[in-house]
């Protein structure tokens, strides 16, 4: 089952507020979305729990 959540957050580079779709059924994931405003790509972190609480980390693309 497909659950998707709305996710804002300051892209690492530029500084403005992105708003994301994260499908929080996929678990843990990482990937790469670019920016919507500066168009830089970000590196999108999501972790989900046992619980099925989630959080999200955006960081530069070189960063490890």
Excluded: N
């Excluded at 405003?37 to 972190?45: H, T």
């Amino acid at each position: 089952m497909d659950k998707v959540e709305e996710f804002s957050d300051q892209c690492p580079y530029c500084g403005e507020t992105i708003l994301l779709l994260i499908d929080t059924s996929a678990g843990t994931q990482h990937y790469i979305e670019d920016c919507a405003v500066c168009c830089r790509p970000i590196q999108v972190l999501v972790s989900v729990d046992m619980e099925g609480d989630w959080q999200v980390q955006l960081k530069h693309e070189s960063e490890v």
